[in-house]
Structure formats: C-alpha cells, structure tokens
C-alpha cells in the first residue's frame, strides 16, 4: 500500500503561484512515476502532469504546459507541482497519484494509476 497526502492548495488570484505537495508513504518502493490530476464537479477527471522517479522525465498537458512544473524529493518521497501564471480554468481539486513499472496504459490515463490521495483544492478568483 501506498498512501499520498497532497497539501498546499488555497484561494489564490489569478495569474498568481501555487505550490501543490504530495507526501507519499508505505510501500514506495514501487512507485514507478507520480502524477498529478485535476477535477472539476461535473467533468472527467484531467491529466495534468507526469514525473518518472528515476529518469526525472515529465511530461504535461498542453493546458499547463510552461506554467506548470513537476519535480520531486527522493528523500522525502515527495512530489511537487509549481504553478505559475494561474487561470480561472485552473480551479480544481488536484490529486497525486503513483504508478508502478510496466503499466501499459498512457501516463495521461487515470486507471493506470495504484494509489490516490483525498485531493487538495485550488480556487483561482478572476
């Protein structure tokens, strides 16, 4: 078992910063890749950015490409998303999640992902 704890959501204004934590715990060790998702009541649920434990690749979402950035504490077991220049369509409920080694599924695809965190919510007013 892997359990996340994301913090670091709030009201901000727009075109402001967020800094967004995901504290993972127990098994970590299988932990392949982390990601972040959003939400929004009455959507599906969106891909927002991935990060690869060992090689520090990542990737994103056109949406936050050049505003947001992943990156993580090996030490810490941690993963962070910055988010600059932040827009009124940012405003969701972000969650982490991990993903081991070997799932077949795309990085942008929700099921492909073992463990979530509760979410943290960032409101951004226009």
């Known amino acids: 078992q892997v359990q996340l704890v994301e913090s670091g959501g709030g009201l901000v204004q727009a075109g402001g910063s967020l800094r967004l934590s995901c504290a993972a715990s127990?098994?970590?060790?299988?932990?392949?890749?982390m990601g972040w998702f959003r939400q929004v009541p009455g959507k599906e649920r969106e891909f927002v950015a991935v990060?690869?434990?060992?090689?520090?690749?990542?990737y994103y979402a056109d949406s936050v490409k050049g505003r947001f950035t992943i990156s993580g504490d090996n030490a810490k077991n941690t993963v962070f998303l910055q988010m600059n220049s932040l827009k009124p369509e940012d405003e969701a409920l972000y969650y982490c999640?991990?993903?081991?080694?070997?799932?077949?599924?795309?990085?942008?695809?929700?099921?492909?992902?073992?463990?979530w965190g509760q979410g943290t919510q960032v409101t951004v007013a226009s």
């Open positions: 990060m690869m434990w060992s090689s520090r690749n990542t």
């Open positions: 127990g098994r970590t060790f299988n932990s392949y890749a």
């Open positions: 999640a991990s993903r081991r080694f070997g799932v077949l599924s795309p990085v942008t695809e929700g099921a492909g992902y073992d463990y």
